[in-house]
Protein backbone atom coordinates (compact mmCIF):
# COMPACT_ATOMS: atom_id res chain seq x y z
CA UNK A 1 0.00 0.00 0.00
CA UNK A 2 1.54 3.42 -1.17
CA UNK A 3 0.32 6.50 1.29
CA UNK A 4 -0.07 9.30 -0.98
CA UNK A 5 0.69 13.02 -0.18
CA UNK A 6 -1.54 15.13 -2.85
CA UNK A 7 0.08 18.97 -3.25
CA UNK A 8 -2.57 21.14 -4.74
CA UNK A 9 -5.19 18.30 -5.19
CA UNK A 10 -8.11 20.68 -6.14
CA UNK A 11 -5.90 21.45 -9.30
CA UNK A 12 -5.98 19.85 -13.16
CA UNK A 13 -3.24 17.28 -11.87
CA UNK A 14 -4.47 16.65 -8.64
CA UNK A 15 -8.17 15.70 -9.43
CA UNK A 16 -5.80 13.98 -12.30
CA UNK A 17 -4.36 12.08 -9.50
CA UNK A 18 -6.88 11.34 -7.42
CA UNK A 19 -8.83 9.62 -10.86
CA UNK A 20 -6.08 7.41 -10.78
CA UNK A 21 -6.05 6.90 -6.91
CA UNK A 22 -9.39 6.03 -7.21
CA UNK A 23 -9.30 3.13 -9.54
CA UNK A 24 -6.94 0.96 -7.17
CA UNK A 25 -8.08 1.26 -3.44
CA UNK A 26 -6.20 -2.12 -3.24
CA UNK A 27 -2.75 -0.47 -3.65
CA UNK A 28 -3.09 3.71 -3.02
CA UNK A 29 -4.57 5.29 -0.03
CA UNK A 30 -4.00 9.18 0.45
CA UNK A 31 -2.46 10.75 3.33
CA UNK A 32 -3.20 14.22 2.92
CA UNK A 33 -4.47 16.63 0.58
CA UNK A 34 -3.44 20.16 0.33
CA UNK A 35 -5.54 23.11 -1.50
CA UNK A 36 -5.09 26.92 -1.56
CA UNK A 37 -8.39 28.70 -1.62
CA UNK A 38 -10.81 26.49 -2.95
CA UNK A 39 -12.46 24.91 0.33
CA UNK A 40 -15.57 23.54 -0.75
CA UNK A 41 -13.60 21.02 -3.13
CA UNK A 42 -11.59 20.05 -0.90
CA UNK A 43 -14.43 19.26 1.34
CA UNK A 44 -15.27 17.16 -1.11
CA UNK A 45 -12.77 15.56 -1.95
CA UNK A 46 -11.41 15.04 1.92
CA UNK A 47 -15.28 13.27 2.24
CA UNK A 48 -14.24 11.00 -0.98
CA UNK A 49 -10.82 10.03 0.03
CA UNK A 50 -10.65 10.36 3.74
CA UNK A 51 -7.03 11.56 4.53
CA UNK A 52 -5.51 11.82 7.77
CA UNK A 53 -4.75 15.77 7.08
CA UNK A 54 -5.49 18.31 4.98
CA UNK A 55 -3.73 21.88 4.39
CA UNK A 56 -5.10 25.17 2.89
CA UNK A 57 -3.67 28.38 2.12
CA UNK A 58 -4.66 30.14 5.68
CA UNK A 59 -6.23 30.45 8.79
CA UNK A 60 -9.66 31.88 7.68
CA UNK A 61 -9.49 28.67 4.96
CA UNK A 62 -8.58 26.52 7.77
CA UNK A 63 -11.66 27.92 9.91
CA UNK A 64 -13.74 27.24 6.86
CA UNK A 65 -12.41 23.57 6.40
CA UNK A 66 -12.90 22.82 9.73
CA UNK A 67 -16.73 23.57 9.55
CA UNK A 68 -17.47 21.91 6.52
CA UNK A 69 -16.03 18.61 7.30
CA UNK A 70 -17.36 18.89 11.30
CA UNK A 71 -20.90 19.30 9.27
CA UNK A 72 -20.03 15.91 7.75
CA UNK A 73 -18.87 14.29 10.72
CA UNK A 74 -15.40 13.95 9.30
CA UNK A 75 -12.47 14.58 12.16
CA UNK A 76 -8.86 15.11 10.70
CA UNK A 77 -6.38 17.62 11.23
CA UNK A 78 -6.16 20.95 9.53
CA UNK A 79 -2.90 22.69 8.79
CA UNK A 80 -2.53 25.91 6.84
CA UNK A 81 0.79 28.08 4.84
CA UNK A 82 4.05 26.71 4.08
CA UNK A 83 4.80 24.86 7.68
CA UNK A 84 2.23 22.57 7.32
CA UNK A 85 2.48 21.93 3.62
CA UNK A 86 6.39 20.89 4.33
CA UNK A 87 5.20 18.99 6.66
CA UNK A 88 2.78 16.85 4.76
CA UNK A 89 5.25 16.58 2.63
CA UNK A 90 7.75 14.90 4.88
CA UNK A 91 5.57 13.16 7.21
CA UNK A 92 6.46 9.77 8.32
CA UNK A 93 2.68 8.56 7.52
CA UNK A 94 3.67 8.99 3.30
CA UNK A 95 5.74 7.76 1.09
CA UNK A 96 4.51 9.20 -1.89
CA UNK A 97 4.44 12.91 -2.56
CA UNK A 98 2.77 14.54 -6.17
CA UNK A 99 4.24 17.90 -5.94
CA UNK A 100 1.00 19.92 -8.13
CA UNK A 101 1.45 23.18 -6.77
CA UNK A 102 1.80 25.66 -9.45
CA UNK A 103 4.38 27.84 -9.71
CA UNK A 104 7.16 28.76 -7.04
CA UNK A 105 4.79 28.14 -3.76
CA UNK A 106 5.85 24.59 -4.47
CA UNK A 107 9.18 24.81 -3.89
CA UNK A 108 9.33 24.89 -0.31
CA UNK A 109 6.99 21.29 -0.17
CA UNK A 110 8.81 19.71 -2.90
CA UNK A 111 12.20 20.51 -1.23
CA UNK A 112 10.83 18.96 2.12
CA UNK A 113 10.09 15.80 0.41
CA UNK A 114 12.99 15.72 -1.78
CA UNK A 115 14.87 16.17 1.37
CA UNK A 116 12.75 13.97 3.26
CA UNK A 117 13.86 11.16 0.71
CA UNK A 118 10.32 10.57 -0.80
CA UNK A 119 9.11 9.28 -4.06
CA UNK A 120 8.29 12.77 -5.43
CA UNK A 121 6.06 12.57 -8.62
CA UNK A 122 6.76 16.07 -10.10
CA UNK A 123 4.24 17.86 -11.55
CA UNK A 124 5.37 21.68 -10.40
CA UNK A 125 8.03 22.15 -12.80
CA UNK A 126 8.67 25.40 -11.68
CA UNK A 127 9.99 24.18 -8.54
CA UNK A 128 12.85 22.31 -10.92
CA UNK A 129 13.74 25.04 -12.76
CA UNK A 130 14.31 27.69 -10.03
CA UNK A 131 16.54 25.46 -7.59
CA UNK A 132 18.27 23.14 -10.10
CA UNK A 133 20.89 21.85 -8.81
CA UNK A 134 19.05 22.12 -5.24
CA UNK A 135 16.83 20.01 -5.95
CA UNK A 136 18.83 17.27 -7.62
CA UNK A 137 21.20 17.57 -5.03
CA UNK A 138 18.18 16.88 -2.52
CA UNK A 139 17.06 13.85 -4.05
CA UNK A 140 20.39 12.41 -4.04
CA UNK A 141 21.92 13.11 -0.83
CA UNK A 142 18.48 11.77 0.51
CA UNK A 143 18.23 8.64 -1.67
CA UNK A 144 14.40 10.30 -2.75
CA UNK A 145 13.06 8.95 -6.01
CA UNK A 146 12.49 11.71 -8.27
CA UNK A 147 9.76 10.53 -11.44
CA UNK A 148 8.59 13.46 -13.89
CA UNK A 149 4.63 13.55 -14.31
CA UNK A 150 5.11 16.56 -17.29
CA UNK A 151 3.99 14.18 -20.17
CA UNK A 152 7.01 14.88 -21.96
CA UNK A 153 9.66 14.34 -19.32
CA UNK A 154 7.39 11.12 -18.22
CA UNK A 155 8.08 9.96 -22.20
CA UNK A 156 11.33 10.75 -22.13
CA UNK A 157 11.91 8.57 -18.77
CA UNK A 158 9.82 6.10 -20.53
CA UNK A 159 12.18 6.12 -23.67
CA UNK A 160 15.50 5.92 -21.68
CA UNK A 161 17.19 2.90 -20.20
CA UNK A 162 16.38 1.60 -16.66
CA UNK A 163 19.90 2.47 -15.60
CA UNK A 164 20.26 5.85 -16.65
CA UNK A 165 22.44 7.99 -14.87
CA UNK A 166 21.67 11.45 -15.98
CA UNK A 167 25.34 11.19 -18.14
CA UNK A 168 23.67 11.05 -22.11
CA UNK A 169 27.03 10.18 -23.50
CA UNK A 170 27.20 7.17 -21.54
CA UNK A 171 24.22 5.63 -23.08
CA UNK A 172 24.34 6.45 -26.88
CA UNK A 173 21.64 9.41 -26.18
CA UNK A 174 22.77 11.99 -29.10
CA UNK A 175 19.74 13.97 -28.17
CA UNK A 176 16.29 14.88 -26.35
CA UNK A 177 13.53 15.77 -28.79
CA UNK A 178 10.67 17.28 -26.70
CA UNK A 179 7.48 17.64 -27.90
CA UNK A 180 4.88 20.88 -28.53
CA UNK A 181 1.25 21.50 -29.64
CA UNK A 182 2.14 24.91 -30.35
CA UNK A 183 -0.84 26.00 -27.73
CA UNK A 184 -3.56 28.03 -29.75
CA UNK A 185 -1.63 30.55 -31.37
CA UNK A 186 0.54 28.57 -33.47
CA UNK A 187 -1.11 29.79 -36.33
CA UNK A 188 -2.11 33.28 -35.81
CA UNK A 189 -1.25 36.05 -37.49
CA UNK A 190 2.14 37.43 -35.17
CA UNK A 191 0.64 41.56 -35.63
CA UNK A 192 -2.50 40.07 -34.21
CA UNK A 193 -1.08 38.35 -31.33
CA UNK A 194 -0.60 41.36 -29.14
CA UNK A 195 -4.52 41.63 -28.70
CA UNK A 196 -5.55 38.23 -27.86
CA UNK A 197 -8.00 38.08 -24.54
CA UNK A 198 -6.84 35.44 -21.73
CA UNK A 199 -9.84 33.31 -22.17
CA UNK A 200 -8.37 33.18 -25.76
CA UNK A 201 -4.94 32.17 -24.37
CA UNK A 202 -5.91 29.14 -22.29
CA UNK A 203 -8.40 27.47 -24.82
CA UNK A 204 -5.29 24.69 -25.47
CA UNK A 205 -6.09 22.55 -28.43
CA UNK A 206 -5.29 19.48 -26.85
CA UNK A 207 -4.96 19.52 -23.27
CA UNK A 208 -7.15 20.74 -20.34
CA UNK A 209 -4.99 22.36 -17.60
CA UNK A 210 -4.67 25.26 -15.12
CA UNK A 211 -4.70 28.59 -16.43
CA UNK A 212 -1.21 29.17 -15.60
CA UNK A 213 0.23 26.48 -17.30
CA UNK A 214 -1.97 27.51 -20.72
CA UNK A 215 -1.05 30.50 -21.08
CA UNK A 216 2.76 28.98 -20.30
CA UNK A 217 1.79 26.76 -23.56
CA UNK A 218 0.31 29.31 -25.75
CA UNK A 219 3.57 31.40 -25.06
CA UNK A 220 5.66 28.18 -25.22
CA UNK A 221 7.53 29.22 -22.34
CA UNK A 222 5.60 25.50 -20.93
CA UNK A 223 8.73 24.47 -23.54
CA UNK A 224 11.43 26.72 -22.36
CA UNK A 225 10.91 25.99 -18.48
CA UNK A 226 10.87 22.17 -19.92
CA UNK A 227 13.52 22.47 -21.50
CA UNK A 228 15.42 23.69 -18.46
CA UNK A 229 13.36 20.51 -16.58
CA UNK A 230 14.58 17.74 -19.04
CA UNK A 231 18.55 19.45 -18.48
CA UNK A 232 18.13 18.91 -14.80
CA UNK A 233 16.36 15.35 -15.01
CA UNK A 234 18.56 13.83 -18.06
CA UNK A 235 21.55 15.46 -17.70
CA UNK A 236 21.22 16.69 -21.51
CA UNK A 237 22.98 20.13 -22.32
CA UNK A 238 20.91 22.80 -23.55
CA UNK A 239 22.37 21.88 -27.24
CA UNK A 240 21.31 18.16 -27.04
CA UNK A 241 17.24 19.19 -25.76
CA UNK A 242 15.56 20.22 -29.24
CA UNK A 243 12.28 21.33 -29.14
CA UNK A 244 9.50 19.99 -32.01
CA UNK A 245 6.20 21.37 -32.66
CA UNK A 246 3.65 18.45 -33.24
CA UNK A 247 -0.14 19.97 -33.19
CA UNK A 248 -1.55 16.60 -32.18
CA UNK A 249 0.07 15.61 -28.91
CA UNK A 250 0.45 11.86 -29.64
CA UNK A 251 4.17 11.56 -29.13
CA UNK A 252 4.65 12.41 -26.11
CA UNK A 253 8.67 12.94 -26.55
CA UNK A 254 11.40 10.98 -28.17
CA UNK A 255 15.15 10.14 -27.37
CA UNK A 256 17.18 10.08 -30.50
CA UNK A 257 19.86 7.47 -29.80
CA UNK A 258 23.86 7.23 -31.72
CA UNK A 259 22.63 4.65 -34.06
CA UNK A 260 20.04 6.15 -35.49
CA UNK A 261 17.26 4.80 -33.26
CA UNK A 262 14.45 7.16 -32.16
CA UNK A 263 11.99 5.98 -29.29
CA UNK A 264 9.26 7.56 -28.54
CA UNK A 265 6.17 7.43 -26.23
CA UNK A 266 3.09 7.65 -27.77
CA UNK A 267 -0.37 7.69 -25.70
CA UNK A 268 -3.88 10.11 -25.94
CA UNK A 269 -3.23 13.19 -24.54
CA UNK A 270 -4.38 12.96 -20.98
CA UNK A 271 -2.28 13.20 -18.15
CA UNK A 272 -3.50 10.66 -16.57
CA UNK A 273 -1.36 8.13 -17.99
CA UNK A 274 2.04 9.81 -16.50
CA UNK A 275 0.46 9.80 -13.67
CA UNK A 276 -0.33 6.08 -13.40
CA UNK A 277 2.75 5.81 -14.53
CA UNK A 278 5.07 7.10 -11.89
CA UNK A 279 2.34 6.26 -9.25
CA UNK A 280 2.66 2.14 -10.23
CA UNK A 281 6.35 2.41 -11.23
CA UNK A 282 8.14 -0.09 -12.50
CA UNK A 283 5.11 -1.77 -12.38
CA UNK A 284 1.49 -0.65 -14.57
CA UNK A 285 -1.84 -0.06 -13.65
CA UNK A 286 -5.23 0.89 -15.91
CA UNK A 287 -5.42 5.01 -15.81
CA UNK A 288 -8.59 4.95 -17.10
CA UNK A 289 -6.84 6.65 -20.39
CA UNK A 290 -8.95 5.48 -23.48
CA UNK A 291 -6.75 3.14 -25.61
CA UNK A 292 -5.13 5.09 -28.75
CA UNK A 293 -6.48 4.40 -31.86
CA UNK A 294 -3.99 5.76 -34.57
CA UNK A 295 -5.94 5.30 -37.72
CA UNK A 296 -8.71 7.48 -36.40
CA UNK A 297 -5.57 10.56 -35.95
CA UNK A 298 -4.86 9.16 -39.03
CA UNK A 299 -1.71 11.72 -39.92
CA UNK A 300 0.86 13.33 -37.31
CA UNK A 301 2.81 16.51 -38.34
CA UNK A 302 5.80 17.73 -37.49
CA UNK A 303 7.61 21.55 -37.76
CA UNK A 304 10.44 23.88 -36.45
CA UNK A 305 9.24 26.11 -33.51
CA UNK A 306 10.05 30.09 -34.77
CA UNK A 307 11.11 31.75 -32.04
CA UNK A 308 9.91 35.09 -33.28
CA UNK A 309 6.02 34.06 -32.86
CA UNK A 310 7.37 32.47 -30.01
CA UNK A 311 10.02 34.67 -27.74
CA UNK A 312 9.59 32.97 -24.66
CA UNK A 313 11.28 30.13 -25.70
CA UNK A 314 14.40 31.69 -26.94
CA UNK A 315 14.64 33.31 -23.30
CA UNK A 316 14.01 30.07 -21.77
CA UNK A 317 17.22 29.02 -23.80
CA UNK A 318 19.01 31.66 -23.07
CA UNK A 319 18.64 31.59 -19.36
CA UNK A 320 19.55 27.64 -19.21
CA UNK A 321 22.85 28.62 -21.20
CA UNK A 322 23.34 31.64 -18.52
CA UNK A 323 22.95 28.85 -15.45
CA UNK A 324 22.98 30.13 -11.95
CA UNK A 325 19.46 31.69 -10.89
CA UNK A 326 18.92 33.12 -14.55
CA UNK A 327 16.41 30.27 -14.91
CA UNK A 328 14.32 31.13 -11.16
CA UNK A 329 14.83 34.75 -12.43
CA UNK A 330 13.32 34.07 -15.98
CA UNK A 331 10.50 31.91 -14.03
CA UNK A 332 9.96 34.45 -11.33
CA UNK A 333 9.33 37.50 -14.40
CA UNK A 334 6.95 34.82 -15.86
CA UNK A 335 4.62 34.46 -13.15
CA UNK A 336 4.24 37.62 -12.84
CA UNK A 337 3.47 38.48 -16.14
CA UNK A 338 1.38 35.53 -16.75
CA UNK A 339 -0.90 36.82 -13.81
CA UNK A 340 -1.06 40.48 -14.79
CA UNK A 341 -1.99 39.04 -18.64
CA UNK A 342 -4.77 37.08 -17.32
CA UNK A 343 -5.65 40.00 -14.70
CA UNK A 344 -6.58 42.04 -17.85
CA UNK A 345 -3.32 44.44 -17.00
CA UNK A 346 -1.03 43.86 -20.18
CA UNK A 347 -0.99 42.18 -23.76
CA UNK A 348 -0.40 39.06 -24.87
CA UNK A 349 3.44 40.25 -26.01
CA UNK A 350 4.07 41.97 -23.35
CA UNK A 351 4.81 38.50 -21.34
CA UNK A 352 7.88 38.30 -23.28
CA UNK A 353 8.72 41.77 -23.36
CA UNK A 354 8.52 41.89 -19.46
CA UNK A 355 10.56 38.78 -18.94
CA UNK A 356 12.88 39.95 -21.30
CA UNK A 357 13.80 43.38 -19.48
CA UNK A 358 13.99 41.42 -15.91
CA UNK A 359 16.65 39.38 -17.52
CA UNK A 360 18.54 42.29 -19.02
CA UNK A 361 18.60 44.51 -15.64
CA UNK A 362 18.95 41.81 -13.24
CA UNK A 363 22.50 40.50 -12.86
CA UNK A 364 22.10 36.37 -12.08
CA UNK A 365 24.31 34.86 -9.49
CA UNK A 366 25.50 31.62 -8.68
CA UNK A 367 22.87 29.18 -7.19
CA UNK A 368 24.22 28.86 -3.57
CA UNK A 369 21.42 28.06 -1.45
CA UNK A 370 17.40 28.30 -1.04
CA UNK A 371 17.94 31.72 0.91
CA UNK A 372 19.91 33.54 -2.33
CA UNK A 373 17.28 31.72 -4.35
CA UNK A 374 14.15 33.46 -2.74
CA UNK A 375 16.18 36.55 -2.91
CA UNK A 376 16.62 36.77 -6.41
CA UNK A 377 12.88 35.22 -6.64
CA UNK A 378 11.63 38.36 -4.94
CA UNK A 379 13.96 41.14 -6.48
CA UNK A 380 13.01 39.52 -10.19
CA UNK A 381 9.14 39.70 -9.14
CA UNK A 382 9.61 43.25 -8.01
CA UNK A 383 11.02 44.35 -11.00
CA UNK A 384 8.70 42.77 -12.93
CA UNK A 385 5.70 44.50 -11.56
CA UNK A 386 7.36 47.90 -11.47
CA UNK A 387 7.86 47.33 -15.04
CA UNK A 388 3.58 46.37 -15.72
CA UNK A 389 2.45 49.22 -13.37
P1 LIG B 1 -4.04 24.28 -11.30
O1 LIG B 1 -4.05 25.76 -11.33
O2 LIG B 1 -5.18 23.54 -11.90
O3 LIG B 1 -3.88 23.78 -9.77
C1 LIG B 1 -2.93 24.32 -8.93
C2 LIG B 1 -3.04 23.75 -7.52
O4 LIG B 1 -2.08 24.43 -6.71
C3 LIG B 1 -4.39 23.94 -6.86
O5 LIG B 1 -4.69 22.82 -6.05
C4 LIG B 1 -4.17 25.17 -5.97
O6 LIG B 1 -4.99 25.13 -4.81
C5 LIG B 1 -2.71 25.01 -5.58
N1 LIG B 1 -2.10 26.31 -5.31
C6 LIG B 1 -2.11 27.41 -6.11
N2 LIG B 1 -1.43 28.41 -5.54
C7 LIG B 1 -0.97 27.94 -4.35
C8 LIG B 1 -0.22 28.53 -3.29
N3 LIG B 1 0.21 29.79 -3.33
N4 LIG B 1 0.05 27.76 -2.22
C9 LIG B 1 -0.37 26.48 -2.14
N5 LIG B 1 -1.09 25.88 -3.11
C10 LIG B 1 -1.39 26.61 -4.20
O7 LIG B 1 -2.66 23.83 -11.97
P2 LIG B 1 -2.32 22.47 -12.75
O8 LIG B 1 -2.66 22.63 -14.18
O9 LIG B 1 -2.87 21.30 -12.01
O10 LIG B 1 -0.74 22.48 -12.67
C11 LIG B 1 -0.04 22.14 -11.47
C12 LIG B 1 1.44 21.99 -11.79
O11 LIG B 1 1.59 20.88 -12.67
C13 LIG B 1 2.04 23.19 -12.50
O12 LIG B 1 3.36 23.37 -12.08
C14 LIG B 1 2.03 22.79 -13.97
O13 LIG B 1 3.06 23.39 -14.71
C15 LIG B 1 2.26 21.29 -13.85
N6 LIG B 1 1.74 20.52 -14.99
C16 LIG B 1 0.41 20.52 -15.26
C17 LIG B 1 -0.08 19.80 -16.34
C18 LIG B 1 -1.56 19.75 -16.65
O14 LIG B 1 -1.96 19.04 -17.56
N7 LIG B 1 -2.42 20.45 -15.92
C19 LIG B 1 0.80 19.10 -17.16
C20 LIG B 1 2.17 19.12 -16.85
C21 LIG B 1 2.62 19.83 -15.76
MG1 LIG C 1 4.37 19.18 -20.49
Redesign the pocket.
Known amino acids: MQHITI??????????TLDVVERHPDRYRVYAL?????VEE?AEQCLRFRPQVAVV?NADAALRLSKLLDANGLKIDIGHG?TD?CAVASASGCDTVM?????A??LA?TMAAAKAGKKVLL?????LVMSGRLLMDAVSESGATLLP???EHNAIFQCLPHSYQRVPEQHGVAKILLTASGGPFLNRAVETLENVTPEEAVAHPN????????V?SATMM?KG?EVIEAHWLFGAPADRIEVVIHPQSVIHSMVSYVDGSVLAQLGNPD?RT?IAHALAYPERVASGVEPLDLVLIGQLAFQRPDFERFPCLKLAYDALTAGGTAPAILNAANEVAVQAFLDGEIGFRTIARTICRVMNELPHDEMSDIEALIEQDLRARALARSYIS
Open positions: LGATGSIGASTAHQRLGELAAIVGAGPANKEAIDSWVMGRKISDNLMP
